[in-house]
């Protein structure tokens, strides 16, 4: 067959993958955010989950993928369904996050309306939740859809063992022709896959504006409960919106001020909707409760005894290797922090640079990474190799690529959404540069900043599980360095040691949780006990 | 230029860049000690006149000249109070005031000692230390004020000052801005006041400019003759009343 109908096929597929995933994840979030909404144990249980997994990185998801798709099923659905779970990990929980927020956010009058009227479920679904919450989804559709690409380039094609798995996509497809050296034809598949992001990057901006002009809310009306809010989520999601941003902004912080309505009144909203749903609900997600338990449960009692030792025995190296991975997070993101907040600022006191700047930066974010590095490896490596910690330099800069623009959005969005007002009480009492950094724009966005900090180190893993191990970019160079847990993942995951590698994800999983719960989180609760800068202004 | 005038706005116009003209030729001085309040439709651009006159916004014509000095710059030298009381909300009372002493003033002590005073002069003695969620309206915005006044000012802008307070809190601060703010610990020389409300003008100014028109003009210079305290039961009040609401309508 024609190669370039071969590469626009394989373009269209890996499209069409992250757009299916990204439809059904928007239309299972519905149903699942109005069951959290009408039942304070399933919404304690769905958002207490949701803030648990979406502190993990996308790749501990990865071993527990292999062991439940590509050994359980297997074949080529095995795969498929391997790099369509492993997708969604990387793109659900902040589009079904914002979907419960949404629903918890609708105006008390809006929904009275619809009870008084006696809408239906359906035609409350459709005339009300649907659009209400179209905003939100819209803001986050940009994050979810980086993500997604970011993911499913390189969960396309592994290997576990001796045996390569492989699904049809742009991702196999460029891993392929560049084992094979031909070069023409990766430069075409990587023009391919841009058109596609460029177009789509384009089409998100564009909804976002559509969505916020059309069903946005810019009225102080009362709202029944902000809900459980994820802070992180909240203001990351702005990142995707650029013209709409201040409003949105404006919305959200209206919403922050509202006094929580009473619980009673709360629910009384939800009455319309029929007693036997929630059952439905409840029902479904007990279901998958005994699913799960049952899958965790036989897997215990299939290990034996000794190889639970085995695997406790190799804990502290596990331990070692993460400390090294941990340095390399924090180099990545105090360099990232530095360069969005000195290039952020000045983009956005520059808006007409910026109106260039940004959708240009937001289409390289949008573009995997792990596509190009190998083209910058092989364009430097003769050089690089010479220079003490040439391979820590590459897998910083895979790490930084992976995950700067994070960070960059967040306080980039931060310093957009500083009201106007301060702008002017900076400039009438003629406050100096780092003066207004250091006391203003800097605590004002640290709330945008923590979350982005919190992605950006997230993310930071998915460059390193990439960058640490990967033995033959081009003509047998690559990158392998000598400790780092996720080379250890990469090196158990390649040599079909599952076992290990899903201790080693585990382990990893509860260290990145617990700093999370211990360090990002309260950093976030002081932001959002402090430094809510749309609070400073009084009257609105 | 009148003997003692503080400030000279000087055939100011200002188109916004879709073409369409909010003002325009707008002229007139406000001398020394000397209290001035625009009055308008809303939507006329008196806000909009406030930022220009600042230079936060650049004029599209003309100038403001501040002791025979043109303005082509913002400077604290002209403060502006928003409408919509601005202060930070991780900073303290006294961290708000002391926010624009800092650069200006290399001793700490001195600079914490200015806002100490000026939060004084505002009537928020012991309050140095409560954050802008812990005071009410009027207190946060008498801590805009007090910064304003740090910066040693030579005019102050208004911007609706009251527009957000509760009746009773509005009332009393109105009672007692006038005499704050010429107060001889500050620097102040005039004060431009914007505002809807024709009595909060009429109690507070020396004189009233009337904005009305499309691109906006001044139709209307009043200086208001009635000593102070005022009560709105002076008869006299009712009369100049009138003659502003004559100005205002039709809305032109």
Excluded: C
Excluded at chain 1, 45 to 67: G, H
Excluded at chain 2, 207 to 233: F, W
């Amino acid at each position: 067959m024609n190669p370039i109908i071969v590469i626009a096929a394989a373009s269209t597929a890996t499209m069409a993958r992250v757009l299916a995933l990204i439809g059904l994840t928007i239309l299972v979030g519905w149903f699942m955010a109005y069951g959290a909404t009408r039942n304070g144990f399933i919404e304690s249980v769905y958002v207490s989950a949701i803030a648990a997994l979406e502190s993990v990185p996308v790749i501990t998801f990865f071993p527990v993928v292999l062991m439940v798709f590509v050994y359980r099923i297997g074949g080529p659905v095995g795969t498929e369904l391997a790099t369509d779970v492993l997708v969604l990990t990387a793109i659900a929980w902040n589009i079904w996050i914002a979907q419960y927020q949404a629903l918890k956010t609708i105006p008390n009058d809006l929904l009275e309306v619809s009870r008084n009227y006696e809408f239906g479920f359906w035609k409350t679904m459709r005339r009300l939740i649907v659009p209400y919450s179209m905003p939100k989804i819209a803001a986050n559709l940009f994050p979810s859809f980086a993500d997604a690409l970011f993911y499913i380039t390189v969960s396309e094609v592994f290997t576990v063992g001796t045996k390569t798995y492989s699904t049809f996509g742009i991702g196999s497809l460029i891993a392929e022709l560049i084992a094979s050296g031909n070069w023409s034809l990766v430069w075409y598949a990587m023009a391919s896959l841009a058109i596609w992001v460029v177009a789509l990057t384009f089409f998100f901006r564009w909804f976002a504006r559509y969505s916020v002009s059309k069903y946005g809310l810019d009225t102080a009306m009362q709202v029944r409960r902000r809900g459980r809010t994820s802070l992180r989520r909240t203001y990351q999601a702005w990142g995707s919106l650029v013209g709409p941003m201040k409003r949105l902004s404006r919305h959200f912080s209206t919403l922050a001020r509202v006094p929580a309505i009473p619980i009673a009144e709360r629910r009384a909203g939800w009455r319309i909707l029929k007693r036997t749903t929630k059952y439905v609900v409840i029902g479904i997600g007990a279901f998958l409760m005994f699913v799960i338990s049952l899958e965790i449960g036989e897997f215990i009692i299939s290990v034996p005894g000794t190889y639970w030792l085995f695997l406790l025995g190799y804990t502290p190296l596990i331990l070692y290797n993460l400390a090294f991975d941990y340095l390399r997070v924090f180099i990545i993101t105090v360099i990232s922090l530095l360069i969005a907040v000195f290039v952020g600022y000045a983009l956005a006191v520059r808006q007409r640079v910026a109106a260039f700047v940004l959708p240009v930066v937001q289409v390289l974010s949008a573009f995997p990474a792990p596509v190009y590095f190998p083209l910058v490896f092989i364009a430097t490596y003769r050089y690089v190799v010479h220079i003490p910690f040439g391979t820590e330099l590459y897998v910083l800069f895979l790490g930084f690529i992976s995950t700067f623009y994070y960070v960059f959005y967040s306080f980039w969005i931060g310093v957009q959404a500083v009201p106007n007002e301060f702008w002017e009480i900076m400039r009438n009492y003629e406050l100096g540069y780092f003066k207004k950094l250091r006391s203003i724009v800097l605590p004002g966005t640290l709330p945008y900043l923590v979350a982005g900090l919190s992605s950006t180190i997230d993310s930071a893993w998915g460059g390193l599980m990439i960058g640490e191990y990967w033995p033959n970019i081009y003509d047998g160079k690559g990158l392998i360095v000598r400790y780092g847990l996720m080379k250890m993942l990469d090196l158990y995951t390649y040599s079909g040691n599952i076992g290990l590698a899903g201790w080693s994800s585990l382990i990893f999983a509860i260290i990145v949780v617990i700093f999370s719960i211990s360090f990002t989180k309260a950093l976030m609760d002081l932001a959002r006990k402090k430094y809510v800068i749309e609070e400073g202004v009084y009257g609105v | 230029m009148q003997i003692g005038a503080v400030l000279k706005v000087d055939g100011l116009s200002y188109i916004y860049p879709s073409g369409k003209a909010v003002f325009e030729d707008i002229s007139f001085e406000v001398g020394e000690n000397e209290f001035v309040s625009i009055v308008g439709p809303s939507g006329i651009g008196k806000s909009t006149l406030l930022r220009v006159i600042s230079y936060l916004i650049p004029p599209t014509r003309g100038k403001v000249i501040l002791l025979g000095e043109e303005i082509k710059a913002p400077s604290s030298r002209i403060a502006l109070i928003h409408q919509s009381i601005a202060t930070f909300p991780w900073m303290t009372a006294l961290e708000n005031v002391r926010i624009v002493v800092d650069g200006k003033v290399k001793d700490r002590s001195k600079a914490n000692e200015i806002a100490r005073k000026m939060l004084e002069v505002v009537g928020l003695r012991g309050a140095e230390d409560l954050y802008p969620k812990e005071m009410s309206g009027g207190m946060r915005q008498r801590v805009a004020i007090a910064r304003a006044l740090a910066a040693n000012p030579i005019v102050l802008l208004m911007d609706e000052p009251f527009a957000h307070l509760d009746e009773l809190t509005a009332e009393g601060l109105r009672q007692e801005i006038y005499y704050i703010l010429f107060n001889p610990e500050t620097t102040l020389k005039a004060v431009i006041l914007v505002s809807h409300n024709l009595d909060e003008v009429l109690e507070l100014s020396d004189r009233v400019l009337v904005m009305n028109g499309s691109p906006a003009r001044v139709v209307n210079d009043l200086s208001i003759n009635i000593p102070r305290p005022r009560q709105p039961r002076d008869p006299r009040f009712n009369e100049y009343l009138d003659k502003i609401y004559s100005s205002l309508t039709p809305i032109r």
